[in-house]
């Protein structure tokens, strides 16, 4: 049983009005009777349903425009007609025109409650399939609004015009890698090719080079077929090898001679394959520092970073926080079917002032969290569940809108954070930040950190 579902009742017939209230109340859903056409266009222009039981005639008209106004909405309830026998006919039109089911007076209601389920369910799983969808269009076209980022995507776009150059992206955890090796292969002629995403890390050891280059039967025991491995898969488009500085060593020269020959042998087999695939790496990790400590060759280093990509981490794009915050809220309504939720003044104060350690796949947690469990349509500081910067949230209070003190505060607060992470030390976290001590000096000194 579906409980917490919202459904509008439209007959005019009292008795099976009452009937359907008692069943309803029962059952723990939330509902709305109306006995014709006009009311029931009020309600659903006031709220939202995830179902409709709808008479067939009503005193003011057909029910078929109360369907057809419901199923205009995004997104659409499940609406199910109730008709007597003779009305039979139709009810086939309204199915025709969309409705999910229909039901015969005089009503069983085992059955009623059954199929009310049946359709309920059908409608939250195309609303999750909606927002995987839409989730998935927004990954391929990422939120950008800092001028960090859009420097990234200007450089990817470059790689997108050659034919097969590689590419390194280099980033924390969580910042949106995959994101930039997807705006470059979209953005491609290879486009209309498959987009294979790899992580090495997950791989066991055993079955790296099997699960890259494929393998032939009888390579491994109980081995009785052949894999085509994730570069055949990738043929004519874009592979991505995410944690490159996990790949093992011994199999480096077989990657790099793929790499450059463009061609490879599967396990267990003596003859060669071709492929025509560009291949992108990326990594959370300083490529550098695992060149010196041996786990990366620094010949494979050189042919996949034909050009390096850094994703800053969401902290240095303050610009981009509440534009993808709001993307991950529409997303999610719809999935949750709670199209009326939103972030209030103050959580977007919070949002701002949080220093995001888990980058974009944080924001996007914290969103779906809040989505999902927030008691009303309000999303506030005490939803998403992040410690608040004081004067952010007194800002917030008094009607300052988020951009407005968004250096004064974010700015600040991130400062401080590197400030300590640093051990107090000004040259260390003028690294971590990437200025000048200079500039390090003169922006302390502003917000009175020094």
Same mark, same amino acid.
């Given at each position: 049983? $579906?409980?917490?579902?919202?459904?509008?009742?439209?007959?005019?017939?009292?008795?099976? #009005?009452?009937?359907?209230?008692?069943?309803?109340?029962?059952?723990?859903?939330?509902?709305?009777?109306?006995?014709?056409?006009?009311?029931?266009?009020?309600?659903?222009?006031?709220?939202?349903?995830?179902?409709?039981?709808?008479?067939?005639?009503?005193?003011?008209?057909?029910?078929?425009?109360?369907?057809?106004?419901?199923?205009?909405?995004?997104?659409?309830?499940?609406?199910?007609?109730?008709?007597?026998?003779?009305?039979?006919?139709?009810?086939?039109?309204?199915?025709?025109?969309?409705?999910?089911?229909?039901?015969?007076?005089?009503?069983?209601?085992?059955?009623?409650?059954?199929? $009310?389920?049946?359709?309920?369910?059908?409608?939250?799983?195309?609303?999750?399939?909606?927002?995987?969808?839409?989730?998935?269009?927004? =990954?391929?076209?990422?939120?950008?609004?800092?001028?960090?980022?859009?420097?990234?995507?200007?450089?990817?776009?470059?790689?997108?015009?050659?034919?097969?150059?590689?590419?390194?992206?280099?980033?924390?955890?969580?910042?949106?890698?995959?994101?930039?090796?997807?705006?470059?292969?979209?953005?491609?002629?290879?486009?209309?090719?498959?987009?294979?995403?790899?992580?090495?890390?997950?791989?066991?050891?055993?079955?790296?080079?099997?699960?890259?280059?494929?393998?032939?039967?009888?390579?491994?025991?109980?081995?009785?077929?052949?894999?085509?491995?994730?570069?055949?898969?990738?043929?004519?488009?874009?592979?991505?090898?995410?944690?490159?500085?996990?790949?093992?060593?011994?199999?480096?020269?077989?990657?790099?001679?793929?790499?450059?020959?463009?061609?490879?042998?599967?396990?267990? =087999?003596?003859?060669?394959?071709?492929?025509?695939?560009?291949?992108?790496?990326?990594?959370?990790?300083?490529?550098?520092?695992?060149?010196?400590?041996?786990?990366?060759?620094?010949?494979?280093?050189?042919?996949?970073?034909?050009?390096?990509?850094?994703?800053?981490? $969401?902290?240095?794009?303050?610009?981009?926080?509440?534009? $993808?915050?709001?993307?991950?809220?529409? =997303?999610?309504?719809?999935?949750?079917?709670?199209?009326?939720?939103?972030?209030?003044?103050?959580?977007?104060?919070?949002?701002?002032?949080?220093?995001?350690?888990?980058?974009?796949?944080?924001?996007?947690?914290?969103?779906?969290?809040?989505?999902?469990?927030?008691?009303?349509?309000?999303?506030?500081?005490?939803?998403?569940?992040?410690?608040?910067?004081?004067?952010?949230?007194?800002?917030?209070?008094?009607?300052?809108?988020?951009?407005?003190?968004?250096?004064?505060?974010?700015?600040?607060?991130?400062?401080?954070?590197?400030?300590?992470?640093?051990?107090?030390? #000004?040259?260390?976290?003028?690294?971590?930040?990437?200025?000048?001590?200079?500039?390090?000096?003169?922006?302390?000194?502003?917000?009175?950190?020094?």
């Amino acid at each position: 049983m $579906l409980e917490g579902c919202g459904v509008l009742v439209v007959d005019d017939d009292e008795l099976v #009005r009452s009937m359907l209230a008692s069943l309803l109340e029962a059952r723990g859903h939330r509902f709305i009777c109306t006995a014709d056409v006009a009311s029931a266009m009020s309600a659903l222009a006031a709220d939202h349903f995830d179902a409709v039981l709808l008479d067939m005639y009503l005193p003011d008209g057909e029910g078929l425009a109360v369907l057809d106004r419901a199923l205009q909405m995004d997104p659409a309830p499940a609406v199910l007609m109730m008709t007597a026998r003779a009305e039979i006919r139709a009810a086939v039109e309204a199915i025709r025109r969309g409705a999910s089911d229909f039901l015969e007076k005089p009503l069983d209601l085992d059955d009623l409650s059954t199929r $009310l389920d049946r359709a309920q369910e059908n409608v939250r799983l195309r609303r999750k399939l909606a927002a995987y969808e839409a989730q998935d269009r927004g =990954s391929s076209s990422a939120i950008v609004r800092s001028k960090a980022l859009e420097e990234a995507f200007a450089i990817a776009a470059r790689v997108a015009a050659t034919p097969s150059s590689s590419a390194l992206i280099l980033g924390e955890s969580g910042v949106g890698k995959e994101v930039i090796a997807a705006r470059i292969h979209d953005q491609s002629e290879r486009r209309h090719g498959p987009l294979v995403r790899v992580n090495l890390a997950a791989i066991p050891e055993s079955m790296v080079e099997a699960e890259l280059f494929g393998s032939v039967r009888g390579a491994f025991t109980d081995s009785k077929r052949d894999r085509a491995g994730h570069f055949a898969s990738a043929e004519g488009g874009t592979i991505l090898l995410d944690e490159i500085c996990e790949f093992k060593v011994e199999l480096q020269p077989k990657l790099l001679r793929a790499l450059e020959e463009r061609r490879f042998f599967p396990v267990g =087999s003596d003859r060669e394959r071709r492929m025509n695939v560009r291949v992108l790496a990326a990594t959370n990790r300083d490529p550098q520092v695992c060149i010196a400590n041996g786990t990366l060759r620094a010949d494979l280093y050189y042919r996949l970073a034909t050009v390096v990509l850094r994703v800053p981490p $969401l902290r240095e794009r303050i610009d981009d926080i509440l534009p $993808l915050a709001d993307h991950f809220c529409a =997303s999610f309504r719809l999935e949750f079917g709670r199209p009326h939720i939103a972030l209030t003044d103050a959580a977007r104060q919070g949002l701002l002032a949080y220093h995001w350690p888990g980058n974009v796949r944080e924001l996007r947690n914290v969103i779906e969290r809040a989505t999902m469990l927030a008691e009303s349509n309000a999303i506030g500081p005490d939803d998403l569940g992040l410690p608040m910067d004081t004067a952010a949230l007194r800002s917030a209070a008094n009607g300052v809108p988020a951009d407005t003190v968004r250096l004064e505060d974010a700015e600040r607060l991130h400062i401080a954070r590197v400030l300590e992470a640093a051990g107090g030390s #000004r040259t260390q976290a003028a690294k971590l930040l990437d200025i000048s001590r200079s500039t390090l000096w003169e922006k302390g000194k502003r917000y009175g950190l020094f």
